[in-house]
């Protein structure tokens, strides 16, 4: 089976970089042709993407957020990891890393497999 897991703080203060790390079991995320998302749910809404690198290494980001979103891969441990940088409350949400055919998607079901998810507060 395919697992994915979130780690990282769960804290962050504003103005800082957040850091998130997924950890890939079950499939490599070099080899095979997928999309490694990381979506995140803010409190009382919907999901929403932020971005992904694809098999090949190739990084997408939201428009919104492509000033201070970078991601980045481990191949050797098959870990990617997303950093937002200059976070402020409003970045606080439930972030999520999953694996689809689709790089950009806002969709529960064009994603595969899900991590369990990790809760990200910033706050001072």
């Known amino acids: 089976q395919v697992q994915l897991q979130e780690s990282g703080p769960g804290l962050v203060k504003p103005s800082q970089t957040l850091s998130l790390t997924c950890t890939v079991s079950?499939?490599?995320?070099?080899?095979?042709?997928?999309?490694w998302s990381w979506i995140r749910r803010p409190p009382g809404k919907g999901l929403e993407w932020l971005g992904a690198?694809?098999?090949?290494?190739?990084?997408y980001y939201d428009s919104s957020l492509k000033s201070r979103t970078y991601i980045s891969r481990d191949t050797s441990k098959n870990q990617f990891t997303l950093h937002l940088a200059s976070v402020t409350p409003e970045d606080t949400a439930m972030y999520y890393c999953?694996?689809?055919?689709?790089?950009?998607?806002?969709?529960?079901?064009?994603?595969?497999?899900w991590g369990q998810g990790t809760q990200v507060t910033v706050s001072s």
């Open positions: 999953a694996r689809g055919g689709q790089y950009s998607s806002t969709v529960s079901d064009d994603y595969d497999y």
């Open positions: 079950g499939d490599s995320i070099t080899t095979d042709y997928y999309y």
């Open positions: 690198i694809s098999y090949a290494g190739i990084t």
